[in-house]
């Protein structure tokens, strides 16, 4: 499985973006994708998930009201709108993509994703 990722780039606060994520090869291999970020200096944390299938959303508390994630199964593709923007959510933002152990329904745990992309930088300026 390959993911590529795109959509980043330079904001003012309260502004938007939309990431894009592209999964490519065996996808069906897989559950669920998720959007990670790593800010310099911080550990990568979850940002988002969702099943292929569109259900179980996961949202971290320090996003949730502002960031939406979605998929587009026709493109094989995942999607993170990010609303009111803030300067803490600068970061390098990675997709990501898992084959979900067992009975597991979802996982925020970057260890446990099986497939990322490169990474795509979002600044927001204040």
């Known amino acids: 499985v390959q993911l590529q990722a795109s959509g980043g780039g330079l904001v003012q606060t309260g502004g938007c973006l939309r990431l894009?994520?592209?999964?490519?090869?065996?996808?069906?291999?897989?559950?669920?994708c998720g959007w990670f970020r790593q800010a310099p200096g911080k550990e990568r944390e979850i940002v988002a998930a969702?099943?292929?299938?569109?259900?179980?959303?996961f949202y971290a508390d320090s996003v949730k009201g502002r960031f939406t994630i979605s998929t587009d199964n026709a493109k094989n593709s995942v999607y993170l709108q990010m609303n009111s923007l803030k300067p803490e959510d600068t970061a390098v933002y990675y997709c990501?993509?898992?084959?979900?152990?067992?009975?597991?329904?979802?996982?925020?745990?970057?260890?446990?994703?099986?497939?990322w992309g490169q990474g795509t930088l979002v600044t927001v300026s204040s």
């Open positions: 969702i099943r292929w299938s569109g259900a179980g959303r």
């Open positions: 990501a993509a898992v084959r979900l152990p067992g009975i597991a329904t979802m996982t925020t745990n970057p260890d446990e994703y099986n497939y």
């Open positions: 894009s994520c592209a999964a490519s090869g065996r996808t069906f291999s897989t559950d669920a």
